[in-house]
């Protein structure tokens, strides 16, 4: 389902659209109907599956559909970091919006939080904690609030957080619609949707996104100037019955056929410059595994349905994390086994981190022995700053080289 049929005002389907979202995630495809019908939700949803997004559109939306000035969103986190995270999801999104956005956090200054709140913010963006400190100080208050959010509820349980909260819901209006989001629905959970919310819908998301089960899932960091001659290496140590190697540009992907063609492998390539003619050729000989390597732009591979593909082998970190997805959802269909390989430069991590939260897998990252670096590989991951709650060890996968 796309995202234009979930009836969203147009300019935030134009900061859906700049931020580079194809489709809903499952939370969002659940989430937003129902909000948008003023319901009380209960969600049941990790980190990873897209959650800010599926509160912040129904929000924004209310507000683009009905404006008036007012801070009218309350949205409560558990850290700091989760805070800026949300205040950047609802400014990307609300790009193309005159909405405003505050964030009220522990740790930096009360005046610049106050500025921001006095400059009319429609959305608070708080951790409990400081909150209370304002609102004791009478700094503001939630007397307009219409939408109140409770996002990683578990956590702010965890950290202690009720009483704050207790008292933060007694202080908006009884009339409002209220999201609550939690990693687990423990009685505790439960307990606080009875308080703070009436009669709520559930949603329940499983998992986060749909990487096949069997799939191997492997990053080698290397230096972008030594990517062609990384791929021959790689290629020449690794037994490929079909490999499907992804470019992000129509130039990059042609570099990189004629650099195989070179070293003699049976290749062919898919780019939107390329003839139907040639498009059709390019498939049906792979299909039929007279070619071996297909390279291949995104868009191009789109319509690609071919059954056995044994590895995908991103040359490039895709920049959006449900490319990846759609990527390597093309390996394991048949055989119940296949490898994803992505060739990671320095300057891709961020796009490697994006996707690592959205699928919730921090992907094992590998060395080929007998290349040549040109620097060594840098092989630790950051520490992911909101991993801590992410428990879905079973989806991840070992290398298997
Ligand atoms: P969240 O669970 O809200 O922390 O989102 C996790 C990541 O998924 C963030 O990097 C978002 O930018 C990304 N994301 C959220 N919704 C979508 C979507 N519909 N398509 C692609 N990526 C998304």
Redesign the pocket.
């Known amino acids: 389902m796309p995202?234009t049929k979930l009836g969203l005002h147009p300019e935030l389907v134009r900061g859906?659209r700049a931020?580079?979202?194809?489709?809903?995630?499952p939370i969002?495809a659940q989430a937003i109907p129902l909000a948008q019908k003023g319901l009380d939700l209960l969600g049941c949803?990790?980190?990873?599956?897209?959650?800010?997004?599926?509160f912040s559109l129904p929000i924004l939306h209310r507000f683009l559909e009905h404006p008036r000035p007012g801070l009218r969103a309350l949205i409560i986190v558990p850290t700091r970091e989760l805070a800026a995270?949300v205040e950047t999801?609802f400014r990307d999104l609300g790009r193309f919006t005159p909405i405003k956005v505050a964030i009220v956090i522990g740790g930096v200054g009360y005046q610049g939080q106050r500025q921001a709140l006095a400059q009319g913010a429609q959305v608070l963006v708080a951790t409990p904690g400081r909150l209370l400190d304002h609102l004791r100080q009478g700094t503001f208050r939630l007397d307009q609030v219409e939408f109140l959010v409770l996002d990683e509820a578990d956590r702010m349980l965890d950290m202690g957080f009720l009483p704050d909260i207790r008292e933060i819901i007694r202080r908006v209006p009884t009339k409002r619609q209220t999201m609550l989001f939690s990693a687990t629905l423990v009685p505790e959970i439960e307990r606080v949707a009875a308080f703070a919310m009436k009669d709520p819908q559930r949603i329940q998301i499983s998992r986060?996104t749909s990487v096949a089960e069997g799939i191997s899932q492997v990053v080698y960091p290397v230096a972008q100037n030594q990517k062609s001659e990384f791929l021959v290496t790689l290629l020449q140590a690794t037994e490929i019955n079909s490999g499907l190697v992804f470019c992000r540009t129509k130039h990059g992907a042609d570099n990189v056929t004629r650099r195989l063609k070179d070293k003699g492998f049976s290749v062919g390539v898919l780019h939107a410059d390329r003839t139907q003619g040639q498009r059709t050729d390019a498939m049906e000989n792979f299909r039929k595994g007279r070619i071996k390597i297909l390279v291949a732009t995104d868009i191009a591979a789109r319509g690609i349905d071919v059954k056995e593909i044994s590895h995908v082998i991103n040359y490039d970190v895709p920049r959006?994390?449900?490319d990846y997805v759609h990527r390597v959802g093309r390996t394991a269909r048949a055989y119940g086994v296949g490898d994803a390989i992505t060739l990671m430069a320095l300057d891709e991590q961020p796009f490697l981190g994006?996707i690592e939260?959205?699928v919730g897998i921090v992907f094992p990252r590998a060395v080929l022995p007998d290349f040549k670096y040109s620097a060594p590989p840098h092989l630790t991951p950051p520490r992911p700053k909101?991993f801590a709650d992410m428990n879905w060890g079973r989806y991840r996968r070992r290398s298997r080289r």
């Not at 949803?45 to 599926?54: L, P, Y």
């Open positions: 995202f859906i931020m580079g979202f194809a489709e809903p995630t969002q949803a990790q980190t990873g599956s897209g959650k800010t997004a599926a995270q999801t986060p959006h994390p449900e994006a939260r959205f909101t």
